[in-house]
């Protein structure tokens, strides 16, 4: 435990690991992100003769990640954008885990590659450090110039041996994850005919290696080459230095107000990804880094913003801050951490919630990261009605809440949305989920102290005196709330609103916090379209909820079938208030 050599390799925990790596081939995803923002990040920032972002993408893949569907995804799209700094080892061994690859991956892969528009450096022979080296540099100046004035990523086809110069091992799957035990340790010494003891590092293998030297000096030409850009140009210096620390403007609580403001003067009902977009369009033109994107679904998750542009090929410094990710959510996703992992992007990217799923594992790979990266995740709950039950999320905000370190926000209107997208965007240690609806909801009035509650992800949004129980409601079940409460104070019954806009924030907040806002002695119900299981640990007395999938019609027919309605509600306030008074006698 606590080992800085972890099982899979950690980003954060081993120097110089860029990436945590694992899941196979969403490390060729990160690497397509990486090759993405350096491509990006040269246009904005080189100048002639100072070429600041100059470098080379380098990953290795097995046949585990090409076998990955997620590697066609990343693959296609990499050579749509002529990415061709990414440089891609294959090691082709012929054996995955359950023994030789020919009997479930018979793809030509040169050819797949090659179909893709990709170059291909074919058949090198990965043991051969002569012919790997001249693929190496060949690859290298393709990268840079080009093959034939054609820009593209590059494949090296490196065909090994594993556990080569094992007798008993080589090209079996045992060579892959089980000890070689003693004596065939022994038998490999001796077929390699290496002599050297235990950990013991020949010296002349050792300085080949350390390349401790050669990279300070290396690092030493860049950092001077960049004083003389700072000297040239100081604002796109810093604006640069800015960027790669992930730093925000300084004046970027003044941007957080301005969104809120323009927000709040929104009285009409408006859905919340719409709303999402408009506090886009305050945050999008001030921050560059913001890079949005969306899979094949812009004009619905409404993720582009006023002067965004779409990203091309061949496009100019500065165009295109809107990603066509295309059909795409596990690729968009695992490249999105992979801009973050590289530095000088924020990343943004939409698909309707239903399919987060297709994405999950990169979700938890940046919250695993700590990565800065921000789902637009439109479409949530029955509320898209009549695309019925395969679009509808029912436990995709439950299920999103348990992965740890994922922010979750389920907004109820503009000022909320506003709210979660500046904390979505402040947040520098995880990613957030934005859980947006399709269909329209209220406006709700707040005072200045409420909407500053807001960030602390749960507040009092409507008190009562003398309140007998807290209705506790998220995103488009808010009015709801609100409605059912003025028809108990028409019956005498006091209640409390708790907007809880993000529960993973709330449960951040100091204990002081959350008894204020959920007094221990009053009985809860949460109201949400979606299932149940998670609001217990509120300790709720009653959770107005969707424990099943939906149904395929006009949302209003399905909030009322499901017992979204103020009378719903009203009922079971009442029910829970018997039901405690009687346990009292
Ligand atoms: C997404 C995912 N599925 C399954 C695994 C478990 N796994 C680890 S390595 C491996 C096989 C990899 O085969 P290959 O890439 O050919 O590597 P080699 O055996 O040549 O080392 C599998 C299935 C994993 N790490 N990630």
Known sequence: MHSRTPGHPEVGITPGVETTTGPLGQGLANAVGMALAEKLLAARFNRDGFPIVDHLTWAFVGDGCLMEGISHEVCSLASTHELSR???????????????????????????????????????????????????????????EGRDGVFAPILVQCRTVIGKGSPARANTAKAHGEPLGSAEIEATRSALGWTHAPFE????????????????????????????YRQRYPELASEFERRMRGELPDDFDALVDEAVRAAAGVVDAVATRKASQNALNVYGPALPELLGGSADLTGSNLTDFKGSGALRRGGTAGDGRHINYGVREFGMSAIMNGLALH??????????????????????????????????????????????PTHQPVEHAASLRLIPRMDVWRPADGVETAVAWGAAIERNDGPSSLLLSRQTVPAVTRSVAQVEAISRGAYVLRDAEEAQLVLIATGSELGLALAAREQLAEQG???????????????RQSANWKSAVLPPHLPRIAVEAGISDFWWKYGCDAVIAVDSFGESAPAPVLFKHFG???????????????????AAR
């Not at 979204?564 to 009687?582: G, H, I, Q, Y």
Request: net charge negative; glycine share 8%; proline share 2%.
């Open 564 to 582: 979204f309605t103020p009378e719903n509600v009203v009922d079971t306030v009442r029910e829970v208030l018997r039901r405690r008074a009687s």
């Open 86 to 144: 990414l440089i891609v080892l294959y090691d082709d061994n012929g054996i995955s885990i359950d023994g030789e690859v020919r009997h479930w991956f018979g793809d030509d892969t040169v050819a797949r590659f090659r179909a893709y528009g990709w170059h291909v450096i074919a058949g090198i022979d990965g043991h051969d450090i002569g012919a790997l080296d001249a693929a190496l540099i060949q690859a290298a100046r393709w990268a840079r």
């Open 343 to 388: 530095g000088g992007f924020i990343a943004y990217g939409g698909t309707f919630l239903t399919f987060s799923d297709y994405s999950r594992n990169a979700l938890r790979m940046a919250a695993l990261m700590k990565q800065r990266v921000i789902y637009v995740f439109t479409h949530d709950s029955i509320g898209l009605g009549e695309d019925g």
């Open 201 to 228: 590092i020949p010296a002349d293998i050792r300085q080949a290696w350390d390349t401790r030297a050669s990279g300070a000096a290396l690092e030493a030409s860049w950092q001077a080459r960049f004083a003389l």
């Open 493 to 507: 019954i006091a209640v409390r609103v708790v907007s809880m806009p993000c529960t993973t924030v709330f449960d």
